[in-house]
């Protein structure tokens, strides 16, 4: 069967090919033009009222880098708030699975449960946990934060570099 255009992997930003150095050795005024003159250019949208104030705070620490690179625009504003959102949800089933271990006979209690007629499960926290955790992967790697979407976007330093590059160190925290 042949192919069509959501075939294979989704194509890298144009920043992300400058980034890496073009490997894929693409125009490479092309790819300039497109990273000076992107059809949306990067700016941070709005953060929303609905976060709470780990989803905020996570917000915050990714907004500035993500700027930086380029890598965020104004109509991405609803996936980065579900990818805040969904981490901050996460963290706090993390920490509520904590405490059901701390105060269990075996250790065990947030992880697994027991029902009534002796059959060990996995317990609906950790299932919570697993289904957001989830989330956060598949939004996440729309912005580059796994591992598999990182794959192959090592930036690295070009050799005799005499002065430091922001982007690259940003870069180096993601890619």
Request: charged fraction near 25%; glycine fraction near 8%; proline fraction near 7%.
């Amino acid at each position: 069967m042949a192919g069509n255009g959501n075939s294979g992997r989704p194509g890298k930003p144009a920043v992300v090919h400058l980034i890496k150095g073009n490997p894929s050795k693409k125009n490479a005024q092309a790819l300039l033009d497109e990273a000076l003159n992107p059809p949306v250019p990067a700016e941070a949208p709005d953060k929303p009222d609905h976060l709470n104030e780990e989803a905020a705070q996570i917000w915050d620490g990714l907004i500035p880098d993500l700027l930086k690179l380029g890598l965020v625009t104004r109509l991405d504003g609803h996936t980065l708030a579900e990818y805040c959102h969904c981490l901050s949800k996460v963290r706090a089933l993390d920490r509520m699975m904590d405490e059901l271990n701390e105060t269990s006979a075996n250790g065990v209690r947030g992880y697994f449960q027991t029902s009534r007629t002796g059959y060990r499960s996995v317990s609906e926290v950790m299932q919570a946990r697993a289904m957001f955790n989830s989330r956060v992967d598949a939004i996440g790697r729309q912005f580059g934060f796994s591992p598999l979407a990182r794959r192959g976007l090592r930036v690295e330093a070009p050799q005799g570099e005499l002065f430091p590059n922001e982007q690259k160190q940003i870069a180096d925290k993601y890619f």
